[in-house]
């Protein structure tokens, strides 16, 4: 073996194996119940950074725990490449915009740059370690993805979810789309409380407070709250708008706050989620003021062609000229922005498609309850929480280019759809019609859908188009994947931020179609935070940590080691400490491998009957570290289960075993051949056990040490598909653990008087004498004086039976004598 694991050789051979090998090559016919992955796919929107890495990473080591415990594991891979985030991405990396060249050739260079990303993004996952199925892969702009997704929508149309309504819409005037209500953020930001007067038919002054008083051309309506006395007199009268010089209603509303600003409140088209209930419920005008480009129309005079600030500005020098600007206040307050752009949103009339959510609340939240698991279990409120206070129903179109079209025309002869034949899908309207005309009236007159699907309406089908992965042969996965029991998927991984998009967004869509949740298991993992305590993100600008530099600094596995530092569900900050630790967890394994190798070559195939008391010690630790290891395996607490492992591996192997039979080994004349043998044996089995429960974390040196160590004897390819069952078995030794911890009680006694004084371990004693009142205590001792010889160079061993109440370690002239009462060892995890 190399003295030191070279990185740059041992990991690519290692993934170089895989590739060649197939290792993780998904089989339908294999043993083993299946363990179905739905991974996240990453957005094809830039670079990958240390936050994915970290997730991913999160869930590719649960998914080698379940390959060893012998499922057959579906793990494929997918590439989120259609929708806004990527028409970002090629607009700012080619300096063009979608607006600004052909439909077609726009399209065509977003996918010439998604499957440039893609390469770039499965070579760094691959470098990883990442163990998914690579010849199963998928992109969400796929043919096939594309046929999935249209007949969702055809599905759903049919079964009445879908409906086509003109209707207040959330509009991004940056991105130049309808989002839906999951794709907004919450920022805070500084604002002023402008008290502007409305003059009553009286007269006097009717003072509102807003934040908004470029949106004045725009206000149908004042509102006041029904039992607030300032204003219940003027019920059934007008006000006249400032500046603008006409009347609106006054009207009263419960949904006005009496303590909030004047208790006054105007009433645009449209401003926030209340003027847009009060325009329906109240039945008023619409008044449109903002262009689709985010410029103030025509129509609102001397604000025309200026965007929201400016407008603002400017409205405010007009009211402050009028004398009706009375007094502003500054404030700090929260505003509903695109979690693209973080720009301010603001409320337009389209025609648009909606899927009924609100109507099937009470179902998802029963579903989300009783049907799937959640790690961690809190996680389950913030889906909760979104659910209840959802109000509006999920807005399918966007208005832009690179996506999947809705298989749709419209007859302009009598106004029916017409939807696409199944059949005939994947298709784009805007290139073919069908041939019989409209199935109402028969017309060849149809206008085609010229918006796209909320990209989500896409990603929230990877149980369906992953079961087309599974199955190739499957040719209608929105029926076929639940009768073939494929749904639900047995787990879904991802980050907390997306549980109102894709966990949510998926859950509806197999509900809606089969009655069934997606997944039997939700595995939520945390953020990784900068040294600012602020989410690393492309967005950002806050990655120093380009996971290609640190690839090119650390081993992919110290990297894995420091991604399952975070306890389940939780933001972690970046630690470059983490990963000396895990550097120094890969050379330790290394080098403790190496003094493995060379005692293991002639261990004996079957277990000895006779292990004696160390090797019975270390074995009944080893089960009981599996047996912790698998149970927060089992919760997917990845950060517990490395901690067992890692702490035995340290305290119990490394420190003190290996440590204690070197004297057995290096000088096994002094031994019988029975009990050498027995600890070869020991020797082999827990470095073989070490190696499976470390692989999931350190997939490559792992593999390499089996290799080189335990494949030949084993006849298993990789590591990686052994399986526990028959390597994990269960050993139980109570008195073997009592006799042990005695030992290594005098041992790190010894150990801790000889650095007290500050003398190398090696120091030779002359004598080693231990005292004790029990004498069954003392005779315990005696088999064992030969390893007690060897680890503290002990000369001689002798025994007392009185009580000395002191242990100490003494020097006469040039040699050292050592006593120890054995019954005053306080504490034996102390001595340790």
């Known amino acids: 073996m190399d003295t030191k694991y070279d990185q740059s050789k041992f990991d690519g051979q290692a993934q170089e194996k895989w590739a060649s090998e197939g290792t993780f090559t998904f089989n339908s016919e294999n043993k083993g119940k299946l363990f179905s992955i739905d991974t996240p796919p990453p957005t094809v929107s830039g670079s990958l950074h240390i936050g994915h890495i970290f997730s991913y990473t999160q869930a590719d080591i649960i998914a080698r725990f379940k390959r060893l415990s012998g499922f057959n594991v579906f793990y494929p891979f997918g590439f989120d490449d259609n929708g806004l985030a990527t028409e970002r991405f090629v607009e700012k990396k080619h300096g063009v915009t979608g607006f600004g060249m052909k439909r077609s050739e726009f399209i065509n260079l977003c996918l010439k740059q998604s499957k440039e990303s893609q390469k770039e993004f499965q070579s760094l996952w691959q470098r990883i370690g990442i163990s998914a199925d690579w010849t199963k892969t998928y992109s969400t702009i796929s043919p096939q993805a594309q046929k999935i997704s249209q007949a969702s929508f055809i599905d759903l149309y049919k079964k009445g979810f879908i409906y086509r309504k003109e209707e207040p819409a959330i509009y991004c005037t940056t991105c130049f789309t309808s989002v839906a209500q999951a794709e907004l953020d919450d920022l ?42 300032r204003y219940t007199h003027l019920k059934d009268t007008q006000a006249t708008v400032p500046l603008f010089d006409y009347k609106v209603p006054l009207l009263q509303d419960e949904l006005v706050e009496k303590d909030k600003g004047t208790g006054l409140v105007m009433c645009c088209t449209f401003g926030d989620k209340n003027d847009i209930a009060w325009f329906k419920k109240y039945n008023l005008p619409y008044r449109e ?154 017309s060849t007159n149809l206008k085609p859908d010229t918006d796209v699907m909320d990209t989500w309406n896409t990603s929230s089908l990877t149980p369906y188009i992953c079961a087309q992965l599974a199955y190739p042969d499957m040719t209608d996965p929105l029926t076929q994947a639940a009768e073939k029991k494929f749904l639900p998927m047995s787990m879904r991984p991802q980050a907390h931020d997306i549980i109102r998009t894709w966990t949510f967004y998926t859950l509806i869509k197999t509900w809606l179609h089969n009655k069934t949740v997606p997944w039997n298991n939700v595995v939520i993992s945390g953020h990784v935070l900068s040294s600012e305590k602020d989410k690393i993100s492309k967005s950002k600008g806050n990655n120093p940590l380009d996971p290609e530099n640190l690839l090119s600094q ?159 004897k084993m006849g298993i390819p990789s590591l990686h598909v052994t399986q526990f069952e028959g390597i994990q078995t269960p050993h139980s030794f109570t008195q073997s653990i009592a006799d042990a911890e005695r030992l290594l009680a005098i041992i790190g006694a010894i150990r801790r008087m000889k650095s007290e004084k500050q003398l190398s371990l090696k120091v030779p004693l002359t004598s080693l004498t231990i005292h004790s009142v029990n004498l069954a205590m003392l005779k315990t001792l005696i088999p064992h004086e030969q390893l007690l010889k060897g680890i503290t160079h002990a000369e001689t061993i002798a025994y007392g039976s009185g009580d000395v109440d002191i242990s100490e370690l003494k020097q006469e002239k040039d040699t050292w004598f050592a006593t120890l009462d054995l019954d005053h060892l306080q504490n034996l995890n102390e001595a340790l």
């Not at 402008?194 to 509102?223: H, M, Q, W, Y």
């Not at 609100?358 to 579903?367: A, G, I, S, T």
């Open 289 to 442: 003021s903002i262009n689709f480009d985010g410029k103030w129309k025509d129509t609102t005079g001397e604000l025309a062609g200026l965007r929201a600030v400016n407008a603002r500005t400017k409205v405010l020098e007009l009211l402050h000229a009028t004398g009706d600007l009375k007094e502003q206040k500054n404030i700090t307050h929260s505003v509903n922005v695109h979690e693209r752009c973080k720009k301010p949103i603001e409320y337009v009339v389209l025609t648009q498609w909606f899927l009924n959510i609100l109507d099937h609340k009470e179902e998802f939240l029963k579903q989300a309850e009783k049907n799937l698991n959640w790690f961690p279990g809190f996680m389950h409120s913030r889906y909760k929480d979104w659910v209840e206070h959802l109000q509006w129903d999920w807005c399918l179109s966007r208005q832009r280019f690179y996506g999947i079209p809705f298989p749709i025309w419209h007859c302009l002869d009598c106004k029916h759809i017409v939807v696409a034949d199944p059949a005939t899908l994947p298709l784009d309207p805007q290139e073919k019609r069908p041939k019989e005309g409209c199935s109402q009236c028969s």
């Open 554 to 712: 650390y081993p992919a596995d110290v990297i894995r080691y420091w991604t399952a530092s975070g306890s389940l569900g939780q933001d972690v900050a970046f630690s470059e400490n983490q990963f000396k630790i895990g550097l120094k967890l890969q050379t330790k394994l290394w080098n403790a491998f190496r003094f493995v190798k060379d005692h293991i070559q002639e261990a004996p195939h079957n277990k000895p009957e006779q292990l004696g008391t160390l090797n019975e010690w270390l074995l009944h630790t080893m089960h009981e570290t599996f047996n912790a290891y698998h149970k927060a395996l089992q919760e997917n607490e990845v950060g517990h289960a490395l901690g067992a492992v890692e702490k035995f591996f340290w305290n119990n192997f490394c420190d003190n075993y290996l440590e204690i039979i070197k004297d057995q080994l290096f000088k096994p004349e002094n031994y019988t051949a029975e009990k050498v043998a027995a600890t070869r044996w020991t020797l082999h089995h827990v470095g073989l056990r070490l190696l499976q429960m470390f692989g999931p974390y350190m997939p490559h040196i792992t593999e390499i040490l089996y290799e080189t160590l335990y494949k030949e």
């Open 188 to 229: 805070d930001m500084p604002a002023q409380f402008n008290n502007v007067a409305f003059k009553a038919e009286d007269g006097t002054d009717l003072i509102i407070a807003t934040t908004r008083p470029e949106l004045l051309p725009s206000c149908v309506a004042l509102f006041y709250h029904p039992e607030d006395e």
